[in-house]
């Protein structure tokens, strides 16, 4: 399956991870086993935290629908980091084991 044209979608910004209106981006994200194979992670994650704290700027908008609950699953682990000291802001070094425990909360709460 490909990606729908994006820049012809309604609400698009080069910055989203997911693009309303793609049938490929909506699959993607309604997914947890391929949520983030194929999204630019440190974007993702200083998206994360702009919306979270409130600071989107212009350019960053809009959030679309499918990419929302995405960012505000990926705010909940960098809150959740926080608390173990990893400062709001910082970018884990070893983000591949903290997504790999995501997709599986992730995959437990679908099931």
């Known amino acids: 399956m490909g990606h729908d044209y994006h820049q012809g979608q309604p609400n698009y910004n080069r910055k989203q991870l997911f693009h309303d209106g793609c049938t490929e981006c909506k699959l993607r994200a309604e997914n947890p086993s391929f949520l983030f194979d194929h999204v630019d992670m440190r974007e993702a994650w200083a998206r994360a ?15 679309s629908d499918i990419e929302q609950p995405v960012l505000r699953m990926l705010w909940s682990m ?34």
């Open 49 to 63: 935290i702009k919306l979270g704290k409130g600071e989107l700027e212009d350019h960053d908008l809009p959030i």
């Open 78 to 111: 960098i809150i959740g980091l926080e608390r173990h000291g990893l400062p709001i802001g910082s970018y884990p070094p070893d983000v591949a084991v903290v997504l790999g425990r995501a997709r599986q909360i992730l995959e437990d709460i679908k099931n």
